[in-house]
């Protein structure tokens, strides 16, 4: 969850399961969306049972959303902003992991689901991942990013921007294929 502190507005992102703990932790917020960076059970499974808790649209891009059958109350774009109190939630379309996996970003923190994690990128050994769409994502609208991004992996540690640009396995490829 992000939130607003001044206006207790606040964004749930990719519920995936426990919908009472997500519940329980928003009690003191004011939900505006419930968004999912794709449409993979493990990000966008409870969705609606939030949704039904605490309020909130509910957001993911059109592609993930007939790609796995899941409705949404907002067909995500590159490009729209989702707002919360004093900020705005800014989508990015990093297509790739799923057919339309999206990025979230907030100032400078940055939310990757699983295009991105600390020194490597999703699991690849999904049915419908397009690796070569996910690795000109990665290097075309993530790593050119500030380098003091903060990035927030849908799994594992939290990373950089910078330090992406030196350890990621994307960029490990290149340098070696020269
Ligand atoms: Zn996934």
């Not at 992102?13 to 003191?28: K, S, V």
């Not at 499974?45 to 790609?67: I, M, N, Q, W």
Request: charged share 25%; proline share 6%; with cysteine.
């Amino acid at each position: 969850m992000v939130a607003c502190a001044r206006t207790k507005e606040a964004v749930v992102i990719d519920p995936g399961a426990d919908p009472t703990r997500i519940a329980e932790q928003c009690l003191e917020y004011s939900v505006k969306h419930v968004a999912c960076t794709h449409g993979h059970r493990n990000h966008a499974g409870a969705k609606d049972e939030v949704k039904a808790r605490v309020g909130g649209a509910t957001a993911l891009s059109f592609l993930d959303a007939k790609h796995y059958l899941r409705s949404a109350d907002r067909y995500l774009v590159d490009g729209d902003r989702l707002e919360f109190g004093d900020f705005a939630m800014e989508v990015i379309f990093t297509p790739g992991h799923s057919p339309g996996s999206l990025c979230f970003k907030v100032g400078n923190h940055l939310f990757t689901g699983d295009t991105l994690r600390a020194g490597d990128i999703g699991p690849t050994d999904l049915p419908d991942i397009d690796l070569p769409r996910q690795v000109t994502a990665v290097l075309s609208k993530l790593l050119p990013l500030p380098e003091n991004t903060v990035i927030y992996p849908g799994h594992g540690p939290t990373t950089t921007v910078g330090q992406e640009r030196r350890q990621n396995v994307v960029v490990e490829m290149l340098r070696r294929a020269g």
